[in-house]
Structure formats: C-alpha cells, structure tokens
T-cell receptor
Framework: GAVVSQHPSWVICKSGTSVKIECRSL??????MFWYRQFPKQSLMLMATSNEGSKATYEQGVEKDKFLINHASLTLSTLTVTSAHPEDSSFYIC????????????FGEGSRLTVL | AQSVTQLGSHVSVSEGALVLLRCNYS??????LFWYVQYPNQGLQLLLKYTTGATLVKGINGFEAEFKKSETSFHLTKPSAHMSDAAEYFCAVSRTGNQFYFGTGTSLTVIP
C-alpha cells in the first residue's frame, strides 16, 4: 500500500514555543491530506483538511491560528502548533488518499507532542 | 450526517478463540466502510474495506467483515485470535471518500 511518513515521531518542547510536524506521501501524490488529533484511549478527531495549493479547511472548534497547516506540494503537508501549551500535548496523525473517490486513507505513524 | 457506533470499548478473548468486534453505522445511503488497526504509538493500518460488490470482505492477518445493509452493520471477525492481534480497532465510514467518520474504537486483549 501507499506510504505516508510523519516526522518527528516524538517531540518535547517548552511552553510557548512552536513545533512543526511534517507529513509526507512517499510513493504517491496526495492533493488532499488530513490532520487528526487523538487523545489517550480515544478515537481520532479530524482537525483539518489540507489541500495542496490552497488554504486548509478547519473543523469547527479548531483554532486556525493555533494549528497552522501548509500543503506546499503534492507530497508534503505540515502542521505547526504555535505557542504550544501543555493542553496541546497529544498524538497527532496525518493521513492521505492516493486516489479520488472511496479510496482508503493511508496514515502516518503519528507524532506524539509533549509540551512541558 | 453519518455516525459510527462500536459496541464494546474493550473486548477480551482467549488465544485461539473467535474475535468479534461490532460496528454499526447510520447513514441515509450505504457508505464505504473500513476497519483500521492501531498499535501503541503508531498510526492506523487498514485491515479491510468495503466499497461495492461482495459483502463479505477479507482483509489482512486473517480478518474479515461482512456488510449487512439490513442491519447497518459491518462487524469484524477472525476465527482464531493470536497474541499479536492485541491492539485498538477502529471502524470508519465514508460517503465521499473525503470525510471519514471514525468509531470510538475497541481495545482487543488476547489472553494467553
């Protein structure tokens, strides 16, 4: 299957700093990528849909200025958590579809963010 | 709107026993259906999917699921549980292929 890679897998930062997480589709072009947040023992919460060459579409309740998403190319989307605080600590997962229509989502390995 | 219900947030089975993880969906039209597995601190891996055609779908690692339109269900089964099956399982539905709705997940424990 298609491969989606996330980097970094783990990141620890101080409160007030910004953290960037990268999501790459390694063997296919992804015009659309999705960013999810997952709290411990809970399901995935869709944060935003990242569209190549245009602004991301955020889900209700997700702060656009806090979670900056950039989809600069067909293989790369980035999520920047700005001025991170302890409540932003979470597991962030990106995904992408390789084809149009009902193709499955391919997920990255996830990035665990811990804000001290 | 679509939603997914996974009955049983925790399921325990003995090694070698049948695995049954339940998933029901609500949708005005039959959606596309997926089962994903997540191991600790990892992303999600597709087990199987139903889009069209045969309603009994076979996936990886010996898992299969049956789409039952009349019951709006897509339960996941495996005849014989293995220790390596212990993980979190998510059922998901999508109508357009863009918006995916995930269930709350079922944690599977396999008892030796």
């Amino acid at each position: 299957g298609a491969v989606v890679s996330q980097h970094p897998s783990w990141v620890i930062c101080k409160s007030g700093t910004s953290v960037k997480i990268e999501c790459r589709s390694l063997d296919f072009q992804a015009t659309t990528m999705f960013w999810y947040r997952q709290f411990p023992k809970q399901s995935l919460m869709l944060m935003a849909t990242s569209n190549e060459g245009s602004k991301a579409t955020y889900e209700q309740g997700v702060e656009k200025d806090k979670f900056l998403i950039n989809h600069a190319s067909l293989t790369l989307s980035t999520l920047t958590v700005t001025s991170a605080h302890p409540e932003d600590s979470s597991f962030y997962i990106c995904s992408a579809r390789a084809v149009q229509g009902p193709g499955e989502l391919f997920f990255g390995e996830g990035s665990r963010l811990t804000v001290l | 709107a679509q939603s997914v219900t996974q009955l049983g947030s925790h399921v325990s089975v003995s090694e070698g026993a049948l695995v049954l993880l339940r998933c029901n969906y609500s949708s005005s039209v039959p959606p596309y259906l997926f089962w994903y597995v997540q191991y600790p601190n990892q992303g999600l891996q597709l087990l199987l999917k139903y889009t069209t055609g045969a309603t009994l779908v076979k996936g990886i690692n010996g898992f299969e699921a049956e789409f039952k339109k009349s019951e709006t269900s897509f339960h996941l089964t495996k005849p014989s549980a293995h220790m390596s099956d212990a993980a979190e399982y998510f059922c998901a539905v999508s109508r357009t292929g863009n918006q995916f709705y995930f269930g709350t997940g079922t944690s599977l424990t396999v008892i030796p």
